[in-house]
């Protein structure tokens, strides 16, 4: 094997490595969707109870994004992940043993920092393995890989609990985190051979208030939270339970809606990237995918919808729209100075996660008032209506640079093409 083909095969087998402790990370997402009726029964919590245990996973997430990117400049992605990896599994076996709603609280707790490592980590890793003109395609596969693990906690998983206790299924659950932790130990390198990692200045640790002033920031983090924050707390504790309590669904019929939607948002991730770059564009994207999103929580929430192929084209529909994440990274990306972009991004993300984490028990606490189902999805159609306000003020990038005119010590200036 040729010097070559060896640094190939080492970072395709590192990069599987890592993509497993994502793909894993968005199982333990998505999974209270579809352990939503076993962890009620068996904790005895109501539904505002349920909403907050699954949003402490957003919340952790979203705290620790920022910080997380911090560790992994300082430390490698090496050690971050599989410092990550052992917390998320911690996290799963706590949840596996807990008897109370305050322990099963500090598992999604855990897995929620743990993931937030993970997925700085994986992205630096992309960015040190990989050529840049390979990146976007790179990050966007690892996308669609990590949504593999959100399918699995759906209707696959669902499948699993007619035939073993959910508590036995996060016990395998945190054993494949540690044995993921362990590989990445032992295979994963920060740099191929040869490299070294750029220290982390001064400067960049200043770019976060420049970030947080950044024009272009804040109509693209309300346009995602409008499309990927509602998608990622309705897929990810009330997508289920919306079609056994008011449908009729069992667990498992339920759980294949939700498992379309995210094939549905795991493939649009990747597809709406490569179209959004060959035609040069990223606003008409951003604000289509806003309307649809609008569009599909309004429909779920104000019309008379079946649970069969109307139901299914609903589900479809928000997932597709929360696709739109991919852009408003790589406009957002050509929006800002390159020294605070990355930092930019993470804000983004935690703030979409944020939303996410909020939607979550307010969702809950609608129901807890018997205000209904339909007040409830008026939650997220009023946010993705917020989302779509806020894309119409976003920035046409053209697929270029755009950074001086963002620059707060720099006059605005228009880009054109």
Known sequence: MTDAAG?????????????????????????????????????????AQLGALASWHFWTYTV??????????????????AVGSTVTAAGALLLAVAQNLVTASAGPLLTGAGLSVVFVGIMKFNAAWFSPE??????????????CGAVAAGSPTAWLLEHFPWRGLFAVAAAAGLALSLAVAALVRNHPAGSASAPVSGAARGGLRDAFRSRALWPLLLATAGTNGTFYAFSGLWGVPLLTDTRGLSNTAAAWYTTAALTVYGIGCLAIGVWSDRAGRRKPFILGTSAMALTGWACLALLPWDAGWQGLAL????????SQVTVSFAALKEAVPAHIAATALAILNAGCFGVSAALQPLFGLVLDAELGWDRALALMAGTSALGLLAARASRETWCRPVAPADSPAAPETAVKR
Do not use: K
């Open 134 to 147: 390979r990146y976007g395609l790179v990050t966007g596969v690892t996308m669609l890989l990590a949504t």
């Open 64 to 81: 620790a994004q920022i910080p997380a990117g911090l560790l992994v400049d300082r430390h490698g992605t090496r050690r971050c992940v």
């Open 7 to 47: 640094r190939r095969a080492r970072r395709l087998l590192a990069w599987s490595v890592l993509a497993g402790c994502f793909l894993l990370g968005f199982f333990h997402r998505f999974a209270p969707a579809t352990f939503a009726d076993a962890l009620s029964t068996d904790l005895d919590v109501t539904d």
């Open 315 to 322: 589900y479809a529909l928000v997932g597709a729209a929360a």
